[in-house]
Nanobody, 121 residues
Framework: QVQLVESGGGLVQPGGSLRLSCAAS????????MSWYRQAPGKLRELAAV???????NYADSVKGRFTISRNSAKNTVYLQMNSLKPEDTAVYYC???????????????WGKGTLVTVSS
C-alpha cells in the first residue's frame, strides 16, 4: 500500500555533506512519524533521526548538531541533511514512515530499501 523510495546516497569525503530524500507514495494513509535509520556494516540498525507530523525532531547523539531531518508533508517526503560527515557515518540509510491507515485507523510502518552512504577519502 505504501512504497518508499530513498535517494541521495553516495560517496562523500569526510567533512562533506549529503542530503537524503525519501518519498512515500500510495493512498489511504496518514503519515505520522517519518524517520531515518542507518545500519553500518556488522552493526545493528539504529535510529538516526525522527520527525513527527507536528514537526518535533529527535536525533541520535552521534548525529546531533550535524544532521537535520525535515519533511514536506504535502509531498509525503522526508529529508535528511547530513553535514560534517564522518567515516563512522558510513551505513545504509533506511527511510521509515509510521502511518495510520484503514478503518478503523491502525498504526503501520513501512521501510524503504535503503540507500548507501559511504564517507571515505
Amino acid at each position: 500500500q505504501v512504497q518508499l523510495v530513498e535517494s541521495g546516497g553516495g560517496l562523500v569525503q569526510p567533512g562533506g555533506s549529503l542530503r537524503l530524500s525519501c518519498a512515500a507514495s500510495g493512498g489511504g494513509f496518514d503519515i505520522r512519524d517519518m524517520s531515518w535509520y542507518r545500519q553500518a556494516p556488522g552493526k545493528l540498525r539504529e535510529l538516526a533521526a525522527v520527525i513527527t507530523d507536528g514537526g518535533t525532531t529527535n536525533y541520535a547523539d552521534s548525529v546531533k548538531g550535524r544532521f537535520t531531518i525535515s519533511r514536506n508533508s504535502a509531498k509525503n517526503t522526508v529529508y535528511l541533511q547530513m553535514n560534517s560527515l564522518k567515516p563512522e557515518d558510513t551505513a545504509v540509510y533506511y527511510c521509515n514512515v509510521l502511518i495510520m491507515a484503514g478503518f478503523p485507523p491502525r498504526p503501520m510502518d513501512y521501510w524503504g530499501k535503503g540507500t548507501l552512504v559511504t564517507v571515505s577519502s
